[in-house]
């Protein structure tokens, strides 16, 4: 193995996972944690295929790519989902002018545990926001941003990278949508959200070191594995 250059890797939906678990502290969540950690793969439930369907046929719209339709011409239909056509054209035009999706970044930040990775990829880049989006079938007003408890990192994360990457954003969107509706939630970057997410990132690098025997991916820790020129 060899180093990174850093001594941490994180990426949001780890820390997403690591919040589920301190919300729920059972056998489930515990293992789905480092089974994330070390890289192992699950079968996607119902509600990720469908959300997968959703954003990609988002994503198609944006393109001008031809989706196909129900008999009736009211729903999109992608792998087995179907989807409003009046809800989808109205969240591809949000998100049409972006200027790029899928934006991998990364920056490596100096911290009391040594130096951290944080990286990522961005579902929309705009020129001085950030937009992800989500899909869900149970939605609360400020369910992302303002909640007491921190349930998604995103807007801390990218946020954060961008800003040490010398392009700092004014503004990171959750656009998010029950497959009925669409909502929309904003996130200003400030202080005060850098320290919760420091604070969440130091109790994730003390859980991970204190459970170490059950990591086997150690990626995490910032060492990656050789590649062979001769394999």
Excluded: W
């Amino acid at each position: 193995m060899v180093g990174g250059g850093y001594d941490y890797a994180i990426y949001p939906s780890l820390l997403d996972a690591y919040l589920r678990y301190k919300r729920t502290d059972d056998d489930e969540t515990f293992q789905a944690l480092f089974d994330k950690i070390n890289g192992v793969r699950s079968e996607q439930t119902e509600a990720q295929l469908r959300g997968i369907a959703f954003e990609s046929v988002v994503n198609d719209l944006i393109d001008g790519t031809d989706v196909d339709l129900n008999e009736v011409g009211t729903h999109f239909v992608r792998d087995g989902f179907s989807f409003s056509l009046e809800l989808m054209y109205k969240i591809a035009s949000k998100l049409r002018h972006c200027e790029m999706k899928q934006n991998y970044v990364e920056s490596v930040i100096e911290t009391r545990v040594g130096r951290i990775k944080l990286y990522g990829i961005i579902d929309y880049r705009f020129e001085d926001m950030l937009v992800d989006l989500k899909s869900t079938s149970n939605y609360k007003v400020n369910k992302y941003t303002n909640s007491k408890e921190i349930t998604h990192t995103q807007h801390l994360v990218y946020p954060l990278i961008r800003k040490n990457m010398g392009t700092p954003i004014r503004a990171f969107k959750y656009v998010v949508s029950d497959f009925e509706n669409d909502f929309q939630e904003t996130y200003i970057p400030n202080e005060n959200m850098e320290s919760k997410l420091m604070a969440i990132i130091y109790e994730f690098v003390g859980f991970i070191n204190y459970y170490k025997k059950n990591i086997t991916n150690m990626k995490v820790f910032g060492q990656v594995k050789e590649v062979s020129l001769c394999s």
